[in-house]
């Protein structure tokens, strides 16, 4: 069995969306735990009306774990609630992930709506970067599948970390099994947060966050401003 966590917070605009899809997905072989934390909105509602698992969320690494705790699968896949799945996702990741005996894999991504300036900075840049890097450095983000033996083994995600703890988790994982980038699909994201934020900005948090992992280790204090869902008025069709 696959468990797919989902951390959530007033995602009404999104989760639906991402649910409709995993439901029609030829795979079947799964269950949905929810790790919400404290929304006001519909996303509650929604989620039970797929027959998803609730549990008590907080920030994601801790939505996560809390997910974590009560998954039945052998296999976790995290994923945020604004992404959009192809329709043989779930088939194909499971079948590359076992054929290439993994551990632990994240995804190229590609945003929503389609900007010159995405295309440039993720579907081309990022893409290449972290492809190049699979087998140096990992870099998961967004959407990850991780063995849940391996998971646990680790201890999960570290809830100190206030910035890019699914990078400490790659990188943590990656010293008992192999990491990879799946080749057979790609994952859809809203631009919300750059948007929000602005391209530039975000791209020199991004930026300025990884050579604080690599030089100075994983970011424990709140000097990045990161925010759980500070874009919920930044709704994006």
Request: charged fraction near 30%; proline fraction near 3%; glycine fraction near 6%.
């Amino acid at each position: 069995m696959l468990s797919i966590i989902i951390p959530t917070l007033n995602e009404e605009d999104y989760i639906g969306r991402l649910l409709e899809l995993i439901r029609t997905q030829d795979f079947k072989d799964y269950e949905i735990i929810v790790a919400d934390a404290g929304s006001k909105d519909k996303t509650l509602e929604i989620a039970k009306k797929y027959d998803c698992i609730i549990v008590l969320g907080g920030l994601p690494a801790k939505g996560r774990n809390n997910g974590a705790k009560i998954a039945k699968g052998s296999a976790l896949l995290f994923m945020d609630a604004d992404i959009v799945l192809p329709p043989n996702f779930l088939k194909n990741t499971i079948k590359e992930f076992n054929k290439r005996k993994l551990g632990i894999a994240s995804f190229r991504l590609s945003f929503y709506p389609k900007k010159i300036i995405s295309y440039f900075l993720v579907d081309i840049l990022y893409n290449r970067f972290i492809s190049l890097m699979e087998n140096i450095l990992p870099y998961a983000a967004t959407c990850i599948i991780i063995k849940k033996e391996l998971f646990d083994k680790i201890g999960g995600y570290d809830e100190s970390i206030k910035l890019a703890e699914d990078y400490d988790l790659a990188r943590r994982a990656t010293k008992y099994e192999k990491f990879g980038i799946i080749r057979s699909e790609q994952v859809l994201t809203s631009n919300r947060r750059f948007v929000k934020e602005g391209w530039l900005k975000m791209v020199a948090k991004l930026f300025l966050c990884e050579l604080h992992n690599l030089f100075i280790g994983p970011i424990r204090s709140d000097i990045f401003h990161y925010r759980f869902n500070h874009y919920k008025d930044q709704k994006i069709e």
